[in-house]
């Protein structure tokens, strides 16, 4: 089930950003990527969904990452929330996007 909302945030995330899925599986240091990567870190763990589950769902679709990356990743976005009301609006409107 799990999984299954981890597709569910890439494929929103993907159509936010207008980017395809796969390049968010891509080693990038485009800042629209690791934005994405971000969001999709944050949504996951606020769902909740463990960082080991994150770490192995980004390696079966081809990015190995750590699980500092990931909590690094959440601050940032936890930080922009707190900053940005705009920001903050489409977080909770993807958090609420998905269903399982």
Excluded: T, W
């Amino acid at each position: 089930m799990k999984h299954e909302i981890f597709n569910q945030y890439v494929s929103k995330i993907a159509k936010l950003y207008r980017v395809e899925e796969q390049e968010l599986f891509v080693r990038s240091r485009k800042q629209e990527m690791v934005d994405a990567r971000h969001m999709l870190f944050y949504l996951c763990v606020s769902r909740p969904i463990p960082a080991y589950s994150i770490k192995a769902y980004m390696a079966e679709r081809g990015l190995s990452i750590q699980q500092s990356a990931i909590n690094n990743g959440v601050r940032k976005i936890e930080k922009n929330i707190a900053e940005d009301a705009d920001y903050a609006q489409i977080i909770s409107d993807m958090e609420r996007s998905v269903k399982l």
